[in-house]
């Protein structure tokens, strides 16, 4: 647990020295703020309750974009700037470097995430919305950005490069997103199976309702273990080569 928050606050630290996560976050709470104006607030009348489904599934999408490319520089930037053999050889295990990197990064996604409530607050001024929507909504755009920045770790070991690693990322994640398309072509019981695998929206439609569900809470903590133990068997391998 020592080496994991040691190697925590030194990512932490390299995000702050570095623009990248000041332009991630700054780049996606400006879109999120043109998103909510124009697509959730739009020009018409609307229920409360639909402003904030609005909300949320433009967060989630935004927040799954910026913790990949906030993830492309965990390990592949290490392998850039030759800092890796450093780590490597620091008294810390592989899974202490790769949950101390997942968890600054989960940090600065969180932090990026919790800066937009004032989005539905202000749904509050002409309408009424549950608290609990609200808790559940962000609930769900946290899980896909854990599981996200996992996906994007684990490409970022394999790459040798920030941009392969963010191409690799991208292929991944949607290739896990594009299921839905898939299940609308097969036949049940595999179309129910090939959904229940899907990424985005599908497991993330209950929370942007305002509906916690075991099954897609799992989901998405399963997502993440997966491909974080992936990332830790992947550096070990790499080390030994």
Do not use: C
């Not at 053999?85 to 592989?94: E, G, M, S």
């Not at 969180?110 to 609200?134: E, R």
Request: aromatic share 10%; proline share 3%.
């Amino acid at each position: 647990m020592r080496g994991t928050l040691l190697v925590a606050r030194r990512e932490l630290s390299a995000y702050l020295r570095s623009p990248l996560g000041y332009v991630v976050a700054a780049a996606a709470l400006l879109i999120d703020g043109i998103y909510f104006q124009v697509a959730a607030l739009g020009s018409g009348a609307r229920l409360s309750a639909e402003v904030l489904l609005k909300f949320f599934d433009g967060t989630a999408f935004i927040t799954m974009v910026a913790a990949l490319i906030l993830s492309m520089r965990l390990i592949a930037g290490e392998r850039e700037s030759g800092t890796l053999i450093l780590l490597k050889t620091a008294p810390v295990r592989d899974g202490e470097i790769i949950a101390g990197k997942f968890l600054a990064a989960l940090a600065l996604v969180s932090l990026m995430t919790a800066i937009t409530i004032y989005m539905p607050l202000l749904i509050f001024v002409n309408g009424k919305v549950s608290v609990g929507h609200i808790l559940v909504g962000y609930s769900g755009v946290l899980l896909l950005g854990a599981a996200s920045l996992a996906i994007g770790l684990f490409a970022s070991t394999l790459a040798a490069s920030q941009v392969i690693a963010v191409i690799l990322g991208a292929a991944i994640i949607g290739t896990l997103g594009f299921l839905f398309l898939v299940a609308r072509v097969t036949e049940p019981p595999l179309n129910d199976f090939v959904s229940a695998l899907n990424l985005y929206p599908l497991n993330q439609k209950p929370f942007l309702n305002g509906v916690l569900r075991l099954e897609n809470v799992l989901y998405y903590v399963a997502v993440a273990y997966f491909f974080l133990l992936a990332a830790t068997h992947t550096l070990k391998a790499r080390r030994w080569r």
